[in-house]
């Protein structure tokens, strides 16, 4: 019996939780249409750390529905989000370095560059330490994975 759509959820709800979670001029000044297709970028990058995630298969999707072919849970949404947003300060952190190779070392700390490199960094380690723990979290209290260990 296939799943209903009602019993799916959509990408765009894990874009809103995504998007809640960051600040970007960038993605402000997208139109819709551009928005969606870097919205799935990061979404398919970060679904990659999940391939061994016992609970939902975060590769089986409908692409026509733009959706999962389960119900994720609400840990799961802000889960895929949270690795959403690891992903977007990749990228940040990634456009700093090409910044900071371009102007060279001395004209790149004289506008205090650095900064953001060593923020981004940081970031970056705290969103996988979290991501890391989430997963622990939600796959330790699976009564399907441990039984009566959980």
């Known amino acids: 019996m296939p799943i209903e759509q009602t019993e799916k959820t959509k990408f765009e709800d894990v874009y809103k939780a995504f998007l809640s979670s960051v600040d970007s001029f960038q993605l402000a000044k997208m139109d819709d249409q551009e928005l969606e ?14 391939v061994n995630y016992r609970i ?8 026509d529905n733009k959706c ?19 992903e977007w300060v990749r990228m940040k952190k990634h456009s700093e370095d090409v910044m900071n190779k371009s102007l060279g070392d001395r004209d790149y700390n004289a506008v205090q560059g650095y900064n953001y490199l060593k923020q ?14 989430m997963i622990n979290k939600i796959e330790y209290a699976n009564s399907k994975i441990y039984g009566d260990m959980a």
């Open 68 to 86: 999962f072919n389960s119900k994720l849970s609400h840990a799961e949404v802000a889960l895929l989000a949270k690795s959403m947003k690891l």
């Open 37 to 50: 297709e870097t919205l799935w970028e990061w979404l398919d990058a970060a679904r990659v750390p999940f």
């Open 56 to 63: 939902v298969d975060f590769y089986d999707v409908d692409m």
């Open 120 to 133: 981004y960094s940081v970031m970056e380690t705290q969103l996988v330490n979290e991501i890391n723990k």
